[in-house]
């Protein structure tokens, strides 16, 4: 373990449990949560459409036999026909993201948010954080899970929170500065912004007492960790989680930063062809579906998340049996499809971000303004690398387009911007425009 470069700590003891023992544990919570779904009048129709009932589960392949949940199912269900519990005992709302339309309420009571806490403490913990340590959560606090749920989770482990919510970067690098903070939580777009702007002040990641970052709530590549992490001189862990199912806790990084995993003592995961819904092979690309296995407001039965990503069940040095999953690479509503080929933004961003000179903000706007589909993206140049020199620009947009070609096999237009022109993201960042849709 002294591979790693800090001590491996595990949050609880149930991270660690036998593949076995787990799996009983998991067949038992199965049975309990379509118990506890069949109270909801939509999962009471389904199951005995499928003609399943708690006591027909027998082993945890049966999981396929439930009925499968869609954000429209959910939507359909508004304000709260989802709710499995008396309205009396919900102890807390929150709101799945989403910018257009009536958003998702998600409904937790008091065992769910404990619950949650736990699980946010499990991914803290496995990155680093630790009682001693004070945490600046620049996440927004509201409807959005992130700030909430890493807030009680960092307090669950016994840490100082600085609950500085999104917004005002200028307040936020002096926050930093002043307080010290060890720990940095946000997304991983606006923890660039901070790095960006702490730059501009002339703060440099020695003026800062940053140790370890948590960051999720949206995709961000390799590249990306690597500049955030040369920008605030810390050392940055992935976590995932979505609101239908609980919010940021469904997975996260340990100290061997290969894979997330995924408490699945509390989750059961299946990664399906998204068209077939048919289980990929270990290692392939497919959807994620989840249910939720101790859920009791609002529990839900394979809820497909349109995130791809792939699942390793190999043993990890770290000693957490869960399976980990990789990053997401796209969603399925996120993918373009560009003249047939599909294309997900965090393939255009690991392309721009392998060129010297680009900056890692960029903006993807879709359009077909005959019949071919056209791909612009605006791309800022790094202030230090920006020229009057028409040449060494040109050279550049040449080096990007054909990095982008090479990944995604695509032609798209290279349009480059002056450095700080595009807009910033205080939470998730906005980085495609498809025209075509309208
Ligand atoms: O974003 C929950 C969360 C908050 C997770 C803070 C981690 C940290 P929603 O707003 O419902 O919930 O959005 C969920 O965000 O389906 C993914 O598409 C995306 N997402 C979340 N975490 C990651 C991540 C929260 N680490 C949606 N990498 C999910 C890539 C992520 N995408």
Redesign the pocket.
Known sequence: MNAFPFENKVFDPAEAMPRKELAALQLQRLREAVARAACVPFYKKALAKAKVTAQSIRKLEDVRRLPITTKADLRDGYPLDFLAIPRAQVARFHC??GTTGKPIFVAYNRHDLNTWADLCARFLTAGGLRSEHTVHIA?GYGL???GF??HYGCERVGAAVLPAASGNTPRQVMLLKDLGADVLVCTPSYALNIAEVAQGQGVKPKDLSLKFAH??????TEDMRRQIEAGLGLMAF???????VM??GVSGECVARNGMHISEDHFLVECLDPDTLEPVEDGQRGELVLTTLTKQAMPILRYR???IAHLDPSPCPCGRTGVRMS??VG?TDDMLIIRGVNVFPSQIEEALLRVEGAAPHYFIEVDRPGKMDEVTVKVEVRAQDFSDRMSQMEALREKISREIHSITTIRVNVELVEPQTLDRSAGKAVRVIDHRKK
């Open positions: 799945s993201s996440f959005f899970t992130g749920g890493l960051f999720g709530g949206e995709p961000w992935n976590n995932y989680g979505l609101s239908e919010g940021p998340t349109r995130d990053r997401i969603r």
